[in-house]
């Protein structure tokens, strides 16, 4: 699976869009990216997903590059309780006999009031 | 409601004791999943199972067994071999193939007396 990196932490304000960025320069044609956030102490939460159209759900939108070589999560209006850890992860979907899900570090989003 | 339900939420092992971690789902899942957390790192994979009777190590399963009796549960026994058991242990299932979009439970904080 292809190797993502991002910010250790980011700030935001209450309000805001908070757009958390992610390079992975490596990814595969067949590779999908996902996004998940761990509130402290609870397990992650899955929040979107996307091979190389920009998607939208309830909780966020996720813009790729064309190249497909980095992406965006953006949460259009922050709130105090979306304070978190972000994780970016690529790898291919659907393919049973791969390895599971890879977490790196993620991004520690803090929304400030 | 449909969920994953870890349990205890927090667990006190003595020096030389197995525990085990309860993990059980009600959402059909065929894959299930055990990860470790340290503070302030991302998540490790410990095993994974695709189906029941069948599992795989992760990238740190020393020390550390499970078994998959029944597709809803999927125990974890922290063995005495371990010799750095103290972390945030978290249960995850996925309704594909290994890979798909996660739901993890609310995790078990182990520590050490």
């Known amino acids: 699976d292809a190797k993502t990196t991002q910010p250790p932490s980011m700030d935001c304000a209450e309000g805001r869009a908070a757009n958390l960025p992610c390079n992975h320069s490596?990814?595969?044609?067949?590779?999908?990216v996902y996004w998940y956030r761990q509130i402290h102490s609870q397990g992650p939460q899955y929040i979107i997903h996307?091979?190389?159209n920009n998607e939208t759900n309830e909780m966020a939108s996720l813009i790729i590059t064309e190249d497909r070589k980095s992406s965006t999560l953006i949460l259009p209006h922050a709130t105090l309780r979306d304070t978190a850890v972000y994780y970016c992860?690529?790898?291919?979907?659907?393919?049973?006999?791969?390895?599971?899900?890879?977490f790196g570090k993620g991004t520690r989003l803090s929304v400030i009031a | 409601d449909g969920g994953i339900t870890q349990s205890p939420k927090y667990l006190f092992r003595k020096e030389g004791q197995n525990v085990t971690l309860s993990c059980e789902q009600n959402?059909?899942?065929?894959?299930m999943y055990w990860y470790r957390q340290d503070p302030g790192q991302g998540l490790r994979l410990i095993y994974y199972?695709?189906?029941?009777?069948?599992?795989q190590k992760g990238d740190i399963a020393e020390g550390y067994s499970v078994s998959r009796e029944k597709k809803e549960s999927f125990p974890l026994t922290v063995t005495s071999a371990q010799k750095n058991p103290t972390a945030f242990y978290l249960c995850?299932?996925?309704?594909?193939?290994?890979?798909?979009?996660?739901?993890f439970g609310s995790g078990t904080q182990l520590s050490v007396l």
């Open positions: 959402l059909n899942h065929d894959a």
């Open positions: 490596t990814i595969s044609g067949n590779e999908y």
């Open positions: 995850a299932s996925s309704e594909t193939g290994v890979g798909e979009k996660l739901f």
């Open positions: 996307g091979l190389k």
């Open positions: 992860i690529v790898r291919v979907a659907m393919n049973s006999g791969n390895t599971p899900l890879v």
């Open positions: 199972s695709q189906i029941v009777n069948d599992f």
